[in-house]
C-alpha cells in the first residue's frame, strides 16, 4: 500500500459542485476501504481556498476550507475543478502562484471542467494534451495555452497530468487515479463501497452538438 498522501482540493467563489465533490468522495473512500480492511495509513484530503474562508460554489452551496494558500500544506495529488469561478481565477496572481509552486513536487496533477484551464494558465498543463468540458473546448482552444485540447474523452493523461471534461467526469478520473496510486483491486472495492454503477434514465446523447 502507497505511503499516505497530501491531497489537495482547490476551492473557489464559483466553483461546480460535483467537480471537488465527487473526486473527493472517490478518494476519501480509499481511507474508508483502508479502514474496513484494517490497512494501515490514512491520506489527509483537504480544502484549499485563497485566503481559507468559505466560498460560494456555483449552485449556492457555502464550503469552508481547510487552509489557505498560506497555510496549506505540500500536497502529493493536487485537484483544480471547474465552474464559472475559472473565469476569475484564470486571472488570479495569487492562485495561478499557489498552483505553480505546488505542482513540481506533486506525483500528480489533475483538473475537472475548466480547471484545465486554470492548470494551464498557472503552467503545469501549458503546451500539453488537456480536456474540459464540452461547451467550454472552444473557450479554452482559444486562449492558446495548452498544446492540444482534447474534445471526446472522459479525462487525458499526459505525463503526471491528468484533466477530465466536465462534472461526473471527474469521478470517473478520480477512479482511475486511484488505480493508479493504490492499484486496481483498490480502485474496484472503492467503487463498489461508493456502489457506482452509472444507469441515467436519460443517458447522455454523445451525438448532441459539442
Partial sequence: ???????????????????????????????????????????????????????????????????????????????VPGGQG?????????????????????????????????????????AKRITTHWAAIDEVRKRGDAGEVVSGQRWVVDGNLVTSAGVSAGIDMAIWLVSQIYGEEMARTVVRMMEYDPAPPYPFEKSAPQ
Fill in 1 to 79: 500500500m502507497t505511503a499516505a498522501l497530501n491531497i489537495a482540493l482547490l476551492i473557489f467563489d464559483g466553483v461546480e459542485e460535483l467537480d471537488f465533490q465527487g473526486p473527493w468522495e472517490v478518494l476519501t473512500m480509499v481511507n474508508t476501504v483502508r479502514a474496513f480492511k484494517k490497512l494501515e495509513g490514512r491520506d489527509h484530503i483537504y480544502l484549499v481556498s485563497e485566503t481559507g474562508a468559505k466560498v460560494t460554489c456555483a449552485k449556492g452551496m457555502r464550503v469552508e476550507a481547510d487552509y489557505s494558500f498560506a497555510n496549506a500544506p505540500q500536497a502529493d495529488v493536487i485537484l
Fill in 86 to 126: 475559472t473565469r476569475r481565477e484564470v486571472n488570479n496572481p495569487a492562485t495561478l502562484k499557489w498552483i505553480a509552486a505546488q505542482a513540481p513536487h506533486c506525483q500528480w496533477v489533475t483538473s475537472v471542467c475548466t480547471g484545465s484551464m486554470v492548470l494551464a494558465a498557472a503552467g503545469p498543463a501549458r
